[in-house]
């Protein structure tokens, strides 16, 4: 007659069959873990690419967009209106064609002009009546010596650059440039007083060009 295994050999026998199922749970947890952690990874992988793909084209397009602005303000500084009082000598220059002032009036340490010959003298605080008379504002002026912000010769890349160095355009920060679309000045340029051509869009559509150009990036043409 057979014997019986002993009760203790039985249960260890369970045990034995227990631990071997916890083991195979365990692994195929922990293999489930690993797969779904892989392709979260690539999930986020995916998104984070999609991301940068996106702000990449963003950039691009205010790039481009912040150029084709700059465009406008360029036709705009070069004309007559803004670049006769922006003139690469210390003359500033005068009319349609932008010959140099005829009395030869000097740009002076402030911009004001020299001696007797100060801009104040003819040039009042409102334009003078009749055609081809001194213009007015009360702060005519050229830039001073030493910030002379010259506009003529200069290439679109050329400006763009110089408008927005600190160095060169008064020390004047970004808020700063955006508020000057409206100084007295510049828009003085939009009432040049009788005989005299405007600049070749009007001051609002001056003023959204500067605007875009500014906060797509200021970025400047290619050379």
């Known amino acids: 007659m057979k014997s019986h295994p002993e009760p203790k050999t039985r249960t ?67 004309s007559p209106r803004c670049l006769n009082c922006h003139p690469a000598g210390n003359v500033p220059l005068q009319g349609d064609d932008s010959h140099l002032h005829t009395m030869l009036p000097q740009r002076g340490v402030d911009g004001k002009g020299v001696y007797s010959m100060k801009c104040g003298n003819c040039h009042q605080a409102t334009n003078t009546p009749g055609r081809h008379t001194p213009p007015g504002n009360p702060e005519w002026h050229l830039p001073p010596a030493n910030m002379k912000m010259v506009f003529q010769g200069r290439t679109p890349n050329q400006l763009a650059k110089q408008l927005v160095d600190p160095r060169q355009n008064g020390r004047k920060s970004m808020k700063e440039l955006l508020a000057h ?21 009007s001051h609002a559509e001056f003023k959204k060009a500067w605007t875009t150009w500014l906060q797509k990036g200021a970025v400047a043409p290619a050379p």
């Open 181 to 201: 679309a409206d100084d007295t000045l510049v828009l003085a340029g939009w009432h040049p007083g009788e005989g005299r051509t405007l600049p070749p869009m």
């Open 12 to 78: 260890s026998s369970f045990l034995k069959i227990g631990a071997a199922l916890s083991l195979l749970i365990f692994i195929t947890t922990a293999l489930t873990t690993v797969t779904s952690g892989e392709n979260a990874t690539a999930e986020g992988r995916g998104t984070s690419l999609r991301a940068s793909a996106a702000g990449l084209a963003r950039s691009a397009q205010d790039s481009t967009e912040s150029v084709q602005a700059f465009g406008k303000v360029y036709k705009v500084l070069m």
